[in-house]
C-alpha cells in the first residue's frame, strides 16, 4: 500500500521560510509534487516534479519555491522562502506513477503565514 507522509509545516511570519518533505513507500514515482488547499477553494498545483528532475511550477511561487526531490530515498521536498499571508493553507504531497495511473495523496500539512 502507498503512503506519502508529509512533514515540516508549521507557523511563520510573513518574509519568512519553511521547508516541506514527503517520504514515500514503495516503487519510485515518475512525478512527485506538492498541491495546496484553502477551506472552499478547489485543489491547487503548487510545483512538481520529475523522475528526471524536470520541474514545473505555479506561477505564484515562481522565484520563492524550491521543489526538489531524492530519488534514492524516495522523497520530495519544497522549500519556501518569501512566505505570504497567501500561502496560508493545507500542503499535500502528490505522487504519480506514469500518465493517466493512480493518483496518490499524503494527509496534508498546514502552513499558516501570518504576523
Known amino acids: 500500500q502507498v503512503q506519502l507522509v508529509e512533514s515540516g509545516g508549521g507557523s511563520v511570519q510573513p518574509g519568512g521560510s519553511l521547508r516541506l518533505s514527503c517520504a514515500a513507500s514503495?516503487?519510485?514515482?515518475?512525478?512527485m509534487g506538492w498541491y495546496r488547499q484553502v477551506p472552499g477553494k478547489e485543489r491547487e498545483l503548487v510545483a512538481t516534479?520529475?523522475?528526471?528532475?524536470?520541474?514545473n511550477y505555479a506561477d505564484f511561487v515562481k522565484g520563492r519555491f524550491t521543489i526538489s526531490r531524492d530519488n534514492a530515498k524516495n522523497t520530495v521536498s519544497l522549500q519556501m522562502n518569501s512566505l505570504k499571508p497567501e500561502d496560508t493553507a493545507v500542503y499535500y504531497c502528490?505522487?504519480?506513477?506514469?500518465?493517466?495511473?493512480?493518483?496518490?495523496w499524503g494527509k496534508g500539512t498546514l502552513v499558516t503565514v501570518s504576523s
Open positions: 516534479i520529475r523522475i528526471g528532475r524536470s520541474t
Open positions: 514503495g516503487s519510485l514515482f515518475s512525478t
Open positions: 502528490y505522487a504519480n506513477r506514469y500518465l493517466g495511473g493512480i493518483d496518490y
